[in-house]
């Protein structure tokens, strides 16, 4: 069987996500966390959420992509049973057999997701229309024997003496946000 995990390929979800899932956590969809709220009136990381995360099982957090992995019958039961004590604990099940069962039909549906081969990537985008929630996944596929590859990296530079650095530009990225809302000059 197959499940997913999620993955972080670069820093960006702890920028997007108000807690971003740990990488290798088991996930799922997520739609569910969202059960209270008015999608139409989330700003934000809360917006960026719901409109882009899976929701990673044990730390609660969100990740952009997740990745199909092998898995046992002892690795769902395990994160059954996670979920089911997550739905208790954190959204409002009235008791952990309620919370079984819908936990084991989000990982059903988590499920569903892994009928590509392992390794394949998947980004959810999800919307409100007409009050109902509305899911597109969309899978990433690597081309040929080549692991992904990272979506940023960074590099050191130095000046043309070894060991001179380059004079670092500093960004106000909370000036340059001020400016902005200040709205044109």
């Known amino acids: 069987m197959k499940l997913i995990r999620t993955i972080r390929l670069d820093p960006s979800d702890t920028f997007v996500?108000?807690?971003?899932?740990?990488?290798?956590?088991?996930?799922?969809?997520?739609?569910?966390?969202?059960?209270?709220?008015?999608?139409?009136?989330?700003?934000?990381?809360?917006?960026?959420?719901?409109?882009?995360?899976?929701?990673?099982?044990?730390?609660?957090?969100?990740?952009?992509?997740?990745?199909?992995?092998?898995?046992?019958?002892?690795?769902?039961?395990?994160?059954?049973?996670?979920l089911a004590q997550q739905l208790v604990a954190n959204f409002g099940a009235p008791d952990i057999g309620a919370a079984h069962a819908a936990a084991d039909e989000e990982v059903t549906f988590a499920e569903s997701l892994c009928n590509h081969p392992s390794d394949t990537l998947i980004a959810v985008h999800r919307a409100s229309e007409d009050g109902d929630v509305r899911e597109a996944f969309r899978t990433l596929h690597p081309r040929g024997d080549r692991k992904p590859m990272r979506a940023f990296s960074f590099l050191e530079v130095q000046g043309e003496d070894e060991g001179e650095e380059q004079p670092g530009d500093e960004v106000d990225l909370v000036a340059l946000a001020a400016d902005k809302n200040a709205g044109p000059r």
Do not use: C
Request: glycine share 10%.
């Open 17 to 82: 996500f108000e807690r971003a899932a740990e990488p290798g956590e088991w996930a799922v969809s997520g739609a569910f966390a969202f059960w209270n709220a008015d999608p139409d009136t989330l700003e934000g990381k809360a917006r960026s959420a719901f409109r882009s995360g899976f929701l990673g099982v044990e730390s609660l957090g969100w990740s952009t992509l997740v990745q199909i992995v092998e898995a046992s019958a002892v690795d769902r039961a395990a994160l059954v049973e996670r």
